[in-house]
């Protein structure tokens, strides 16, 4: 069983940043793929981000990559999303999740997920 615990959400203003962070119970958290999902009002949770349990591997929604970045400590069992130049339709709640097999998978077939933390961009 791994419980995750979202926090670094607010609101923030277009072009401006955030960091999201996950932290993780267990002592298994390095062998999690972790991802990294949203979800807007009246939309389905869309994928962000995932990054391997090794963190050699990460993969992006084409709509955030260049701007957001997925990083993990595994010493901390905490993952991360900096997610730079922000755009009002960023605006979503975002969850993580750890899904058991390593592989980061851009489907939410995750097994762990997180109560998720808001995030507000205004214009």
């Known amino acids: 069983q791994v419980h995750l615990v979202e926090s670094g959400g607010g609101l923030v203003q277009a072009g401006g940043s955030l960091r999201l962070s996950c932290a993780a119970s267990g002592r298994t958290f390095s062998t999690y793929a972790m991802g990294w999902f949203r979800q807007a009002p009246g939309k389905e949770r869309e994928f962000v981000a995932a990054?391997?349990?090794?963190?050699?591997?990460?993969r992006y929604a084409d709509s955030v990559k260049g701007r957001f970045t997925i990083s993990r400590d595994n010493a901390q069992n905490t993952v991360y999303l900096q997610m730079n130049s922000l755009k009002p339709e960023d605006t979503a709640v975002y969850y993580c999740?750890?899904?058991?097999?390593?592989?980061?998978?851009?489907?939410?077939?995750?097994?762990?997920w997180g109560q998720g933390t808001q995030v507000t961009v205004s214009s």
């Open positions: 999740a750890a899904r058991i097999g390593g592989i980061p998978s851009t489907h939410p077939n995750y097994d762990y």
């Open positions: 990054i391997s349990p090794t963190g050699t591997t990460t």
